[in-house]
Nanobody
Framework: VQLQASGGGSVQTGGSLRLSCAASGRTFSSYAMGWFRQAPGKEREFVAAIRWSGGTPSYADSVKGRFTISRDNAKNTVALQMNSLKPEDTAVYYC?????????????????WGQGTLVTVSS
């Protein structure tokens, strides 16, 4: 199983970025995909999650209304559209794949991880 995250970069406060995660190596159709982030000196934290099969996504309170997670089943990709970015959004962002369809907020609920992509938001 391989997850390849891309799309990170540097933006100013209020800017937007779109992260993408390409999944390969198994059939993901009924499982959950998540985005997490980790800032320097902090623990990895949940950002958003979605099922490949559809349904209502889950978001951390800190990103609700600003971030949108989506999936493209045909391309096996999951995207995270990030708008109205703030300096506190600065972190390495990771995509992850679970082994069930449950939208879990703890990293222990995900079995596979991408390599991370850095997002830097300057004030």
């Amino acid at each position: 199983v391989q997850l390849q995250a891309s799309g990170g970069g540097s933006v100013q406060t209020g800017g937007s970025l779109r992260l993408s995660c390409a999944a390969s190596g198994r059939t993901f159709s009924s499982y959950a995909m998540g985005w997490f982030r980790q800032a320097p000196g902090k623990e990895r934290e949940f950002v958003a999650a979605i099922r490949w099969s559809g349904g209502t996504p889950s978001y951390a309170d800190s990103v609700k209304g600003r971030f949108t997670i989506s999936r493209d089943n045909a391309k096996n990709t999951v995207a995270l559209q990030m708008n109205s970015l703030k300096p506190e959004d600065t972190a390495v962002y990771y995509c992850a794949a679970g082994l069930t369809s449950r939208l879990q907020i703890g990293p222990q609920g995900y079995a596979y991880w991408g390599q991370g992509t850095l997002v830097t938001v300057s004030s």
